[in-house]
């Protein structure tokens, strides 16, 4: 896998961790503060990993996820959006699950056996991630909230996937080809989150050790 693909896995993971971070101490339930805030943990955590496998032993995995500008990142534009509802939120958690699932499938198959390792290792990882959406797919996919939420993220869904595997996510979620939103381009949401992300490494003298 070429390395703007690593990092535009690496992106998603470490943007919709963070915004999966801001349900912690807002979600509906209290056992949903817990699990948005672990899933939040094991996302940033499967960044850092990508990270780590691009820049190589000698590299620095903090500067390639804090020190880009918001425009260099390669991250699909689904996991940007801010949204502001619980609807949007599982559809966004689902969608992206099913998604990333077949991305990381065909990573385990990869040609790089460090590559082929680390999405093995990621795909057990995401277990608990798909179960947690597919209970709350299940519970509301008969409300109609819900349905709108997940017709109008479709397209950004697609997004997050190359064209040659977009087939297969359609058959999954089992709604019709659309145009993608692509990466490439960035909503206007991601440049605010990327000043909360990068505000407290930019606020350090350059050069510093953490």
């Not at 912690?24 to 339930?29: E, K, N, Q, Y």
């Not at 620095?60 to 509802?85: I, M, Q, T």
Request: hydrophobic share 45%; proline share 4%.
């Amino acid at each position: 896998m070429n390395e703007q693909a690593l990092l535009g896995l690496a992106d998603d993971e470490l943007v919709l961790g963070w915004r999966d971070s801001e349900w912690t101490g807002i979600a509906p339930l209290l056992e949903e503060d817990v699990a948005f805030s672990s899933i939040a943990q094991n996302e940033i955590g499967h960044a850092r990993a990508v990270y780590e496998l691009v820049v190589g032993p000698d590299g620095d995995a903090d500067a390639l996820a804090f020190d880009r500008k918001p425009e260099e990142y390669g991250c699909a534009p689904l996991v940007e959006l801010h949204v502001l509802d619980w609807a949007h939120t599982i559809a966004r958690r689902w969608l992206y699950e099913v998604a990333d699932e077949i991305r990381i499938t065909a990573l385990k198959g990869d040609h790089d056996p460090a590559v082929a390792g680390l999405a093995a290792k990621i795909d057990r990882e995401e277990a608990y991630h798909r179960m947690h959406a597919e209970m709350w797919h299940e519970r509301l996919q008969d409300e109609s909230r819900f349905r709108a939420a997940v017709d109008e993220l479709w397209p950004y869904a697609l997004g997050v996937l190359p064209t040659e595997l977009r087939g297969e996510l359609v058959e999954r979620v089992g709604l019709a080809q659309v145009d993608a939103v692509d990466r490439g381009t960035h909503t206007d949401e991601l440049a605010p989150l990327w000043e909360e992300m990068t505000m407290v490494r930019r606020s350090a003298p350059a050069g510093a050790q953490w």
